[in-house]
């Protein structure tokens, strides 16, 4: 059995065998390290879905408006004295709140086209008006459901331009006019209203009675009390 094996093995000081040469142990310096964001931007094309898109886009309208707004002229930076409002009148720079001026620059103009208030308005009444007894079934509401019926009380066909003397011509009993805040209205049909009586209401006839009518009862409300008598506006004379 012994000699079998030495058959099959070979003899260690046999010199006919080449002998296998002893490995040797060869030390190699490591890969130089690469930075992975450079490859990957080496490596990641146009196409690439991860690469975000540019905002706003190349051709949009947002960088057309920039471009334009960037082009526009810029306005020009106003002073302050140019910001500030235009200094006020004279005469109402020295004014104090609550305290009437006697200047006549400031005094509210009245009369036909002004835009103050009428004197019914601002004036307190200097004494109480006197009523007089009226005849049946010409009371207030009796006026007011005269003025519904759908009667002509004004006796014109449209508003007219009055003058003081085309007024002055309207002073009779059958045929009365009067002015009241720069307004004509005929009188005529309210005479037998007129709580003071129609000998007091024919004081106004053919003239402006807003002063008249200012110091007996300046609490009416005249142009809802003769809105339906109406016949124009008072103006001057040419």
């Given at each position: ?17 080449p002998v296998?040469p002893?490995?040797?142990i ?12 450079s490859?990957t931007?080496?490596?990641r094309?146009?196409?690439?879905d991860?690469v ?5 886009a190349i051709?949009?309208a947002?960088?057309?408006d920039?471009a334009?707004?960037?082009a526009a ?5 106003l002073?302050?004295?140019q910001?500030?409002?235009?200094p006020?009148?004279?005469g109402?720079?020295?004014?104090q709140p609550?305290?009437?001026?006697s200047?006549?620059?400031?005094a ?5 086209g002004?835009?103050?208030p ?7 009444p200097?004494k ?5 007894a009226?005849?049946?079934g010409h ?20 508003l007219m331009r009055?003058?003081?003397s ?5 002073n009779k009993k ?14 005529t049909?309210y005479?037998?209203y ?6 007091e ?6 003239r402006d009675?807003t002063?008249?009518f200012?110091?007996t009862h300046a609490w009416?409300n ?8 109406l ?5 001057p004379?040419?």
């Open positions: 059995m012994a000699s079998y094996l030495r058959s099959w093995l070979p003899s260690p000081f046999s010199s006919a065998e296998a002893t490995p040797t060869v030390s190699e310096p490591p890969p130089p390290e690469h930075d992975d964001d490859d931007e080496t490596v094309g146009a196409d690439d991860d975000p898109p540019a905002f706003p051709n949009s947002q960088r057309l920039s334009s707004s960037k002229p810029v306005p020009p930076v002073s302050d004295s910001r500030m409002p235009p006020p009148l004279p109402l720079a020295v004014r609550g305290v009437p001026s200047s006549s620059s400031l509210v103009p009245q009369g036909a002004s835009l103050a009428p004197l019914t308005t601002t004036k307190a200097a109480k008006s006197r009523k007089v009226l005849a049946p009371g207030p509401l009796d006026w007011a459901n005269l003025k519904k019926s759908g009667k002509d009380l004004r006796g014109v066909d449209q009055v003058t003081p085309m007024l002055k011509e309207h059958d045929d009365a006019w009067s002015a009241f805040n720069g307004k004509v209205y005929n009188i049909h005479l037998p007129h709580p003071g009586g129609e000998k209401l024919m004081r106004v006839a053919g009675g002063k008249l200012s110091l009416v005249v142009d809802y009390m003769l809105d339906g008598c016949v124009g506006f008072l103006v004379e040419p």
